[in-house]
């Protein structure tokens, strides 16, 4: 049925009133809550690494969009724009939902009422009313009906593939060249239990079998010994056969079968089995340490204060019927060569691999075993050079920090492909009051070398995280006097390999010679 002018007209009329509307509302919704819109464009999975100039330019073109709609001049031009951008919206939506590795929040507004599939409708009726009022619009010049066919698919496929290329660069930027940037995925991370320990000097020595094991500050020599749901816990005391016990201040290290207590200012590493736990001397008069990680029944990794260099190395410690040591600096000096190169020392079960991952700068290394090798990777906030100040002190013949460090990452662990490091620093469009709140997990693929996403652990009880460890499928973490326990989602991983897992674990019980005893996963 072909229609008179005048009822074209009227359609015309009433599809330009309701893009006015709708782009209008959209606009003035955005500027309204607009820090919230930039936090909701910064956790997209297509336009993280743009959220800083895309918050601004949405709104103002819409605005102007729906300013030369409202003029029979502009009009066919202003329409041109919307069809261009509402497909452009439609696009976003199906690679969000089809694409995506996660789908975050919808828009603010009536919007955020509707589902992402009920969303594309909506917008893809609006493309439809955006090409129908394109061929409803008056005749310009030589701009005929089969000339703006043709000019709506051009602007359909560009629209389109500009949404791609944005998809595909910003994934690139942000797993390999992100400007700070975090996404948080829904819930990767849910709280399921909380043990009230009564005290707060506990701190995480270890997990396997099913079961995480705490040690104490102001008790040594004592273990805490609790079931991973949470409900039960043992302490035992730690007897050392050994009349060679001389420390300052000892920490507990459990890889089962094992235990290790070590204070890394005498040279004498104690060890034992988790069945008894009685302990005699594994090595002494080996390496002075500072940090200190077991690789397996006969090595162990640690870093130490170079005597000649007088800066940090990363060593390796064999013990077999003689101790030996292997020193390397690979640990990169910027200020004194100490404090610029704390961190945390991690070993890597499944990929038995070494990661050090600096305190007071955005950087992490992965080496082997034999510290052959280094590879250097980057964190996603922008701290590459160490912001601390140190000052010789002669009545000690050392250095002190002359004023309050510049903390990047807090703590790491590692598990699986990942390393999870605690940040210390707020990412750009984080909601400041929410840092008051949670502590934030930095989380980064290290067979890609990429970022992969962050989650939040929020405080128990107005404690702020002070511990954590993850296990295949769990997460655990310390706040004062409370340790709690959360589900990991794993859609948000890639799928764990459990045969290269199960391989790593009677590995290193044949070398321990606990390779008849079964497995627990």
């Not at 001389?246 to 089962?256: A, D, F, G, N, Q």
């Not at 210390?424 to 909601?431: D, K």
Request: charged content about 15%; glycine content about 4%.
């Amino acid at each position: 049925m072909k229609l008179s002018t005048s009822t074209k007209s009227i359609i015309l009329n009433c599809i330009s009133l309701l893009y006015v509307v709708l782009f209008v509302y959209a606009a003035v919704s955005k500027l309204l809550d607009f820090e919230n819109f930039q936090v909701q464009l910064a956790q997209s999975p297509l336009l993280s690494a743009f959220a800083g100039w895309i918050s601004f330019i949405v709104p103002i073109i819409e605005i102007v969009i729906a300013f030369f709609i409202c003029f029979e001049r502009s009009r066919l031009y202003a329409l041109y724009c919307a069809f261009s951008l509402m497909v452009l919206f439609s696009a976003y939506i199906i690679i969000i939902i089809n694409f995506s590795p996660f789908v975050p929040c919808s828009c603010g507004g009536i919007l955020e009422k509707m589902t992402w599939n009920q969303h594309l409708v909506f917008n893809l009726l609006f493309v439809l009313l955006g090409f129908c009022a394109i061929l409803f619009q008056p005749h310009q010049g030589n701009q005929q009906t089969n000339f703006k066919i043709s000019v709506a698919l051009i602007i359909l496929g560009c629209s389109v593939g500009i949404m791609i290329l944005l998809f595909l660069t910003s994934e690139d930027m942000i797993h390999h060249r992100n400007n700070f940037i975090r996404r948080f995925p829904h819930h990767p991370a849910n709280l399921t239990s909380v043990l009230d320990l009564k005290f707060n000097s506990f701190y995480i020595a270890g997990e396997g079998n099913g079961k995480i094991y705490l040690g104490n500050k102001t008790a040594p020599l004592t273990v805490t010994v609790v079931d991973s749901s949470l409900k039960f816990s043992n302490r035992y005391v730690i007897k050392i056969i050994s009349e060679k016990l001389e420390y300052h201040s000892l920490r507990l290290t459990v890889r089962p079968p094992y235990f290790y207590i070590a204070d890394g200012s005498i040279p004498i590493v104690f060890r034992g089995l988790i069945r008894n736990w009685v302990a005699d001397v594994w090595t002494e008069g080996a390496a002075y340490f500072n940090a200190f990680e077991p690789i397996n029944a006969n090595k162990a990794a640690f870093r130490a204060i170079s005597s000649n260099e007088r800066q940090h190395v990363l060593g390796i410690l064999t013990v077999n019927d003689t101790s030996t040591v292997f020193l390397k600096p690979l640990l990169d000096k910027q200020i004194d060569g100490i404090f610029d190169t704390g961190g945390t020392l991690n070993y890597n079960l499944k990929h038995q691999k070494l990661l050090y991952t600096y305190t007071y700068k955005n950087e992490y290394i992965i080496t082997d075993t034999g510290l052959k090798t280094k590879i250097v990777n980057h964190t996603i906030d922008t701290i590459s050079h160490v912001r601390i100040k140190v000052n010789y002190v002669p009545s000690i013949k050392g250095t002190k920090l002359a004023s309050p460090a510049w903390i990047v990452n807090n703590l790491a662990r590692t598990n699986g492909d990942y390393l999870f490091i605690n940040s210390a620093l707020i990412g750009r469009f984080e909601p400041e009051d929410l840092w008051d709140e949670a502590s934030i997990i930095d989380v980064y693929d290290i067979t890609s070398n990429t970022y992969s996403f962050s989650f939040y652990i929020y405080n128990t009880k107005e404690f702020k995280m002070s511990d954590f460890i993850i296990t295949n499928d769990r997460g655990y973490a310390l706040a004062g006097q409370y340790l709690t326990s959360y589900k990991l989602r794993h859609d948000f991983y890639k799928t764990k390999n459990k045969a290269d897992d199960f391989s790593a674990r009677k590995a290193y019980r044949a070398v321990s010679g606990e390779g008849r005893k079964p497995v627990i996963e």
